[in-house]
C-alpha cells in the first residue's frame, strides 16, 4: 500500500515509518510545519531536521506541508477564545481533529495515498477506535473526534506495542531519534510555560480569591489562567490547614471560587459538542468516562439531556474539557464539558 506517515521527528513516528517500509509499504514520510517562534520554545527547524535525517535514512521520499495559517486559526484562537471565556480547552484534541486528521488527512487522500499513519499510541481496527496496549502511553482520548471513516483509513503501527520496545527497534534499526525524549506541552509548539503565553494576548487583572460563600480569602491575577482543581498560583491571607483548590470561576465578576479537596468532588456534570465515533447509541448509555489524558476511568451514564451521572465522585471537572466515553478497550465518543 501507499502509506502517508506523519513524520514529526520524534522516536515515535520514526519507528512507525521504519515499521511500515520493513513491511513492504511503499512509504512517504510528511513534516507538518505549524509553528516557527522559537521564543515560544517551538523546535520546528530541530524537530524537522530530524524527520529529514529519518527519512534519508530509511530510503524514503520526504514531504513538507506547511499549516501555519490553519493551525493558528483553528487551534491557537480556538486556545485563546476558551480561556478568555473562562473554560479549559483541549488544544491537542483540536489539533488531530482540523490539523493531523483533518488538513493531513485529507491531503493525503487527494494526492493517490491509501492509508495514513501516525505514531500514536492507540488502535484502529475495523473502523473502532481502540486503547493503545500501553496504558501508560495510551493516547485514545485525544482521538475520540476520528470517525469510522477516517479510522478505516488509518493504521497506528505502535497501538500494540509497549515504549520500551518502541525505543529497543529504534536502537537495533539505527534511528538517530532513538534516544530522543517525548514532545511535551501543546501540540506542534513544544514545552511552553502556559501562562507566559496565555499572556501574549491576555492581561493580568487581579480578582479576589473568595470561599464558597462568599468571604474573600485573598487575590488572583485573572480567572482565565486558572482551571479547576488547580492548587497553586493564587495567593490567600487566611491559612485553612488544607490545601485549597480553584473549584469554581465567576468570569463575569472575576472571581477564583477555592474549597477544600472535598468541595471540588462532582457525582454529575453537563457536556456538549457530543461526537461518536460511529452510530450513535441509544441514550441514556452505561459506559465508563474520563476527562483527563491517563485519567481514571469512572463508570458513569449519560442521559438524553446530556448529563453525565458518575458511579462515585470526581475531582476537578473543568468545563472546557473533554469528557471521552469508553466501552471497554473501545472508544465511544466523547464531548466538551459544558457544567
Not at 456538549?272 to 441509544?282: E, N, Q, R
Amino acid at each position: 500500500m501507499k502509506i502517508a506517515v506523519g513524520l514529526s521527528g520524534g522516536v515515535d513516528s520514526s519507528v512507525a515509518a521504519y515499521l511500515l517500509k520493513e513491511q513492504g509499504h511503499g512509504v512517504t514520510g510528511v513534516y507538518m510545519q505549524c509553528w516557527n517562534s522559537k521564543a515560544d520554545g517551538c523546535k520546528a527547524d530541530e524537530d524537522r531536521a530530524d524527520a529529514v535525517k529519518v527519512a534519508a535514512y530509511l530510503g524514503i521520499p520526504f514531504d513538507h506541508l506547511h499549516f501555519e495559517k490553519e493551525y493558528k486559526e483553528k487551534v491557537i484562537d480556538y486556545f485563546y477564545k476558551e480561556h478568555a471565556a473562562g473554560r479549559t480547552p483541549n488544544p491537542d484534541v483540536m489539533c488531530n481533529k482540523e490539523i493531523k486528521f483533518g488538513m493531513f488527512f485529507e491531503w493525503a487522500l487527494r494526492n493517490g495515498f491509501d492509508r495514513v499513519a501516525t505514531g500514536h499510541y492507540a488502535r484502529a481496527v475495523a473502523g473502532r477506535l481502540l486503547k493503545g496496549v500501553d496504558a501508560g502511553k495510551d493516547q485514545s482520548y485525544f482521538l475520540y473526534v476520528l470517525t469510522s471513516e477516517q479510522l478505516e483509513k488509518l493504521i497506528f503501527p505502535l497501538g500494540e506495542m509497549k515504549k520500551i520496545a518502541v525505543r529497543k527497534i529504534a536502537r537495533e534499526a539505527g534511528l538517530h531519534t532513538a534516544g530522543k525524549p517525548d514532545s511535551v506541552g501543546i501540540c506542534f509548539i513544544g514545552e511552553v510555560d502556559n501562562r507566559d503565553f496565555l499572556r501574549k494576548r491576555i492581561k493580568e487583572h487581579k480578582g479576589n480569591v473568595v470561599n464558597k460563600i462568599g468571604e474573600v480569602l485573598g487575590e488572583h491575577d485573572g480567572v482565565e489562567f486558572y482551571t479547576i482543581g488547580q492548587r497553586h498560583g493564587f495567593r490567600v491571607v487566611r491559612y485553612h490547614g488544607l490545601p485549597l483548590y480553584v473549584i469554581g470561576k465567576n468570569v463575569e465578576k472575576n472571581e477564583l471560587i477555592v474549597g477544600f479537596g472535598k468541595d471540588g468532588l462532582r457525582e454529575s456534570f453537563e457536556v456538549g459538542d457530543l461526537h461518536w465515533i460511529d452510530c450513535a447509541p441509544k441514550l441514556p448509555v452505561r459506559c465508563d468516562v474520563r476527562i483527563r489524558h491517563l485519567g481514571e476511568l469512572y463508570p458513569a451514564t449519560l442521559s438524553e439531556n446530556l448529563q453525565v451521572t458518575l458511579a462515585s465522585e470526581m475531582f476537578g471537572v473543568a468545563p472546557g474539557q473533554s469528557a471521552v466515553f469508553y466501552d471497554g478497550d473501545m472508544v465511544l465518543g466523547g464531548a466538551v464539558i459544558a457544567r
